[in-house]
């Protein structure tokens, strides 16, 4: 018998005046055999009952139901059982419980006893098509989709949130038990991938620094996301996956302003989420720290949506152990996104599944990228180990020796001091002329198009109140404030160096679309603990291989390789983090890229990366129950 429980009945859909109030109903809170979901109030279709039994009494008004679309006349039992077995491998929406409680009747193909699915036939008589898959429907007929919920345990939402049929969001408005936001995921059985929604049923989560309609937007600022009104636009970004058939499930958390801030040190408004990896208690890195955590830890989770202006989608990447990618900058408009420096900001992904990657990629940069399966034959390693003196330096090396074979590719250490000295006599040396270059456009761009239009707003309602700020961007923009250099420094600066760097360096190729790739190692299972005591942020001076991209515009792509063994603290035991490489190539090969880690993927170079305590073998997270 299912066991299924109406806990709450919410307020949204259909409105109704009673004595002069104004209710509606924002849909349902559901278990099914031990399992919470979430039933909107919209009504996708209706159908006619032939017979409902006596256990919907106790249900609340909801009958689970599960429908089954086929054209193939005298839908037999086996042929039920062959479908069932799909819906369960590839749905984790779908459920035992939802095969009960309901006889098919009259609109089932044949007769398959009491059960509560309906086999969509084509002399079904319903009012528009129902995709296959479970639902909940009442009494009268009305149908209802069934969302799954799950608990953000790691703390990598902002806001979980629901789209009504019209493509309208709202907060959604149900809780289960977990000490954190529940996230509601529809069914993957609804959706069909098509050339025209090739991302259809994909579930996103999208970092809180860009809009989307109806929701408000907090930048990781309690303040600002109170003072201002929810969003009336889509961020173009966000608006593109949207449109190729992408399921938005939620905001994610962003370090404030998308500063770089350190766990427990610097997060002050918000939490900073919690790194599934190893002991669980490593920063996730920032500024994208609920995509990358999200994306660490839940199965339930397809891709994430972050953006990068000086290491925000790889820092997170490579803390735990995920695909991520900065993109050659100007790939897609990041109008409706907060900016930190409009000269350096790109928006991209993190994810664990390469294929999953690509198709993402075309859906949101669209014309701006082509993908190409010609590669390199030249590999610069920047910052390599030369001996395997650590588990991580051998996992380092014994990747580039796969991906020279690979490749058929000639493999030169490269040194960005000496390079540049050499072909720039004249000039400062690379880190003195960059050293400001990354904090002075970071401070003086966001202190003129963030803070000092949201200082005057707050001011003017708040009688010269000013909104509290986090420590790190209070020292960032401070640095703005007080130096006397100017963006037009920064801007000429870093396009010395860009030009430098994209004539002699990584130079496009008309059959490769880069002469070469570009290296670093990305992460090498170093700890950053989140239960230490830290001293003061500081500004982000000098020159680093993270640097790199930042100032050329050229793509940089995270690529986990495996797992280095370190000795937790927390733990008292031997855990595993990831280890990382990051690859460049010629701004605008973007697409090379991509096609590359599929095609390493396809050999067994590169690997999915799992969910959990471990990105290569997965497993429980530590502090979940068993």
Not at 413 to 434: H, Q, R, V
Not at 589 to 613: A, N, W
Request: include cysteine.
């Amino acid at each position: 018998m299912v066991a299924i429980d109406v806990l709450a009945t919410l307020a949204l859909a259909y409105l109704v005046r009673i004595a002069g109030a104004a209710f509606s109903s924002t849909g349902f809170t559901v278990i099914l055999n031990d399992i919470y979901y979430f039933v909107p109030p919209d009504v996708i279709t209706t159908i006619p009952m032939a017979k409902i039994l006596s256990t919907t009494a106790s249900s609340g008004g909801f009958i689970p139901l599960t429908a089954i679309t086929t054209s193939v006349p005298g839908f037999s039992t086996s042929d039920l059982s062959t479908v069932i077995s799909k819906f369960s491998a590839t749905d984790d929406v779908f459920q035992d419980g939802f095969l009960e409680a309901i006889s098919p009747g009259q609109i089932c193909s044949s007769n398959l006893g009491n059960s509560n699915m309906i086999v969509i036939s084509p002399e079904a008589q319903i009012s528009t098509v129902l995709p296959p898959g479970p639902y909940f429907v009442t009494p009268g007929g009305a149908v209802h989709q069934a969302y799954r919920l799950y608990s953000d345990f790691e703390g990598a939402f902002s806001e979980s949130v629901i789209s009504n049929p019209q493509g309208l969001f709202s907060v959604l408005p149900a809780g289960i038990v977990g000490q954190s936001l529940a996230v509601a995921v529809p069914s993957r059985l609804y959706y069909t991938k098509t050339a025209e929604k090739p991302l259809s049923g994909v579930r996103l989560g999208v970092k809180d620094i860009y809009d989307i309609a109806g929701l408000r937007t907090s930048n990781g600022n309690r303040a600002w996301y109170w003072f201002y009104p929810p969003a009336n636009v889509t961020a173009t970004p966000v608006q593109h996956l949207i449109d190729s058939g992408a399921v938005v499930v939620g905001k994610m958390i962003t370090s404030q302003f998308a500063n770089g801030e350190t766990a427990t040190a610097d997060w002050v408004d918000y939490h900073e989420p919690f790194n599934p990896r190893g002991d669980g208690y490593q920063d996730t890195s920032s500024s994208s720290s609920g995509p990358g955590a999200g994306e660490g830890a839940y199965p339930w989770l397809d891709i994430t949506l972050g953006s990068d202006t000086g290491g925000s989608i790889r820092g997170p990447s490579q803390a735990q152990g995920l695909f991520g990618n900065r993109p050659s900058h100007g790939l897609v408009s990041l109008a409706h996104v907060m900016p930190l420096a409009p000269e350096l900001d790109t928006s991209g992904f993190l994810t664990r599944n390469p294929v999953l990657w690509t198709e993402a990629a075309k859906a949101l940069y669209k014309e701006n990228i082509t993908i190409t399966s010609s590669y390199p034959s030249t590999i610069l390693t920047y910052g390599f180990p030369t001996s395997a003196d650590s588990v991580a330096d051998g996992l380092i090396l014994d990747f580039l020796a796969n991906l020279t074979d690979f490749l058929h590719a000639n493999v030169t250490a490269f040194n960005f001091t000496t390079a540049w000295a050499a072909d720039n006599p004249s000039a400062p040396p690379i880190n003195t002329l960059l050293n400001i270059t990354y904090p002075l456009l970071i401070s003086k761009e966001q202190i003129r198009l963030v803070r000092d239009p949201f200082y005057a707003d707050y001011a003017a309602a708040h009688d010269g109140r000013r909104p509290f700020i986090d420590p790190a961007p209070l020292i960032r923009w401070s640095f703005g404030d007080n130096s006397s250099e100017t963006i037009e420094d920064a801007i000429a600066n870093k396009t010395e160096f860009m030009s430098w760097f994209n004539s002699t360096i990584l130079v496009p190729d008309t059959e490769t679309c880069s002469s070469s790739l570009l290296l670093y190692v990305g992460s090498t299972a170093g700890t950053v603990y989140r239960n230490v005591y830290r001293s003061a942020p500081s500004v982000p001076y000098g020159f680093s291989s993270g640097r790199i991209s930042v100032f050329s515009e050229a793509p940089d792509f995270v690529i986990p390789i495996g797992q280095a063994p370190y000795n937790s603290t927390i733990t008292q035991h031997v855990e595993y983090l990831p280890v990382t490489i990051d690859f460049m190539a010629a701004k605008g090969c973007d697409g090379m890229l991509f096609s590359l880690v599929e095609d390493l993927l396809k050999v067994g170079i590169v690997q999915v990366s799992q969910t959990g305590m471990s990105s290569v073998n997965g497993g429980e997270i530590l502090f979940k129950k068993r």
